[in-house]
């Protein structure tokens, strides 16, 4: 529509706009151009939209005169003599279900809606069953097969016949229903494809005990060994013995060294001493090494390595045939996170961890002697006292006094004692007894450690548990700390020598009586 040719030759410049008011939706694409040219496009509509109207407002803003106004009101008019019936929709419709017939629904038209046409009934789908066995059949009961409808969830179950005895051969299989602790069996199941089961007990497995001096003994007062279930964490503690006075020991360096085998001064049999001149090379001079790394040997090489030894480490040093370790080289990790460890050959070694260091005695001689040569100063009825028929082996450590720290002696008990416990009695030379120190577990290898505070002569008993200081394995059912001694283990080893010597005293008797025998017999003979 040309808004331009109703207005005005001599209008000058003029703005149009445009506006419209359309509540129904009947028009889009309303626009009016820089030269008055209207134009609008009319919707597709329905037989709803018959009688219904929009109105289009044009307003010229013309330079040389005032604003005008052009209104355009546009009507929706069937002008058809009835409905063709163009546009249709499907109502009433109804799926058919597993049980239910459905619809296929009514055809409407949406101009007039008017009813064009009806639809047909739909049968029933039916159920969509689907079989798994719920419940296998055994030679003893039967079993159960599920059917389930895949569309409705539908179901029903039937009955499978028993498996026939001769048909079936039980093939279990073993599994842990329950683990074993260190004081409650376990339970192991054994379960057949048929159903069948039973099960068995599986042993408890006893604690494993892992020993620590959590309070070294002194001359005045008892020290503490905790002991520590390494698979649960059940502890107890027991008494370690006070060490025996000995002014002798205060002092450092060769002074608190056992004398050497041998005779005279010329000390022909001393085991060759280690490198302790820091670096003065001897002709005949044994030194130790770092094990593994053969060119660092020596102190005055091993003690920088052990000063720059990081956190969490272990320096361990072959001996090779000395004994005694220097102060300061033992100062060296005093407070550090650092373990040194000595091996000294033979199946020893020992263990010592910079934080238990307190203050190194001075210049300590390691060398431990053991077996038949060890222990000589402990009486053998002592001994025999507390090993009874127990298999046992004695020590010596070279160096006599206190260590001024905890060390841990790794000694190999041999493998056929793997399990057992080796407990160390220290020989008290003012009392006269043996008293129990610590304890430990014999691992696969034999091999057990031991914790000492200073030297003595001991003894090593191994047995079935640990033992308490009257040589009498501690029964440890209720898990407490052992009790107490009592006069049992004094009665029962009185009783033992006194059948001792009550035999002994039959043979003499039957000794004495054959040679009475003898002697007359040859008076009658002479007669």
Known sequence: MDIAGKLPPDRGTTIYTVAKKDPEQLLSEVTVDTAGNLTYKVNQVDSSKVGKTAIITVTASMENYENAEYTLTISITDTRSECDHIHTEIRNKREATCTQTGYAGDTYCTDCDKLLSTGKELAALGHDYKATVTKQPTTTEEGVRTYTCSRCNSSYTESIAKLPEEQHTHNYTGSITKEATCTEAGVRTYTCSCGDSYTENIPATGHSYVSKVTKAATTTEEGIMTYTCSKCGHSYTQPIAKIKSDDSSKDNGSQNQKPQSGTGNDNQNQKPQPDTDKGKEKGDSIKPYIKDDSGKEGWDVIKPQLEEAKAGDTVTVAM???????????DSIKGKDTTLVLDMGNGLSWKIYGKDITDAAGDIDFDVTAGADAGKSIPVDVINNVTGERSSLNLTLAYDGEFGFTATLTVNMESKNAGLYANLFYYNEQTG????????????????ELVFTHASDYTIVVDTKIMSDNGQADNKADETIPAPKTDDSTSKYTWNNTIIIIIGICIMLIVIGAIFYVRKKSGSEEE
């Open 320 to 330: 090779n045939g000395t004994t005694v370790v220097p102060k300061d080289v033992i």
């Open 433 to 448: 007894e043996l008293e129990f120190i610590s304890a430990g577990q014999i691992d696969p290898e034999g091999n057990v």
